[in-house]
Nanobody, 123 residues
Framework: EVQLVESGGGLVRPGGSLRLSCVTS????????MSWVRQAPGKGLEWVLG????????VSADSVKGRFTISRDNDKNTLFLQMNSLKPEDTAVYYC????????????????WGQGIQVTVSS
């Protein structure tokens, strides 16, 4: 059974930082690209960042470029999202997502998601 479990969310002030983790199991983690996706209150899903199966070719949405960083530890089957300079508009439920392939062309093609974790940016 494929499982993705996010952690590390919470409430942070504008300008602050958070680091999300996504521990995975049930599939060969180092064979697949991974992404972070978010959903703000009342809005649809927004793809945020993707990373290929060996940790390269990182692609970011313009909304987070220069502030958010995606990384992975293939030895620990874990995906990370470092979020810096957080803004109120970053408030959302964040999901890690498994891609259907290994490379960047699959970043928007996801077949499994975690349960999501709330990130709230507010003073």
């Amino acid at each position: 059974e494929v499982q993705l479990v996010e952690s590390g969310g919470g409430l942070v002030r504008p300008g602050g930082s958070l680091r999300l983790s996504c521990v995975t199991s049930g599939f060969t983690f180092n064979h697949y690209a991974m992404s972070w996706v978010r959903q703000a209150p009342g809005k649809g899903l927004e793809w945020v960042l993707g990373i290929n199966f060996i940790g390269g070719n990182v692609v970011s949405a313009d909304s987070v470029k220069g502030r958010f960083t995606i990384s992975r530890d293939n030895d620990k089957n874990t995906l990370f999202l470092q979020m810096n300079s957080l803004k109120p508009e970053d408030t959302a439920v964040y999901y890690c997502a498994k891609s259907t392939g290994s490379y960047s062309e699959s970043y928007l093609s996801n077949d499994y998601w975690g349960q999501g974790i709330q990130v709230t940016v507010s003073s």
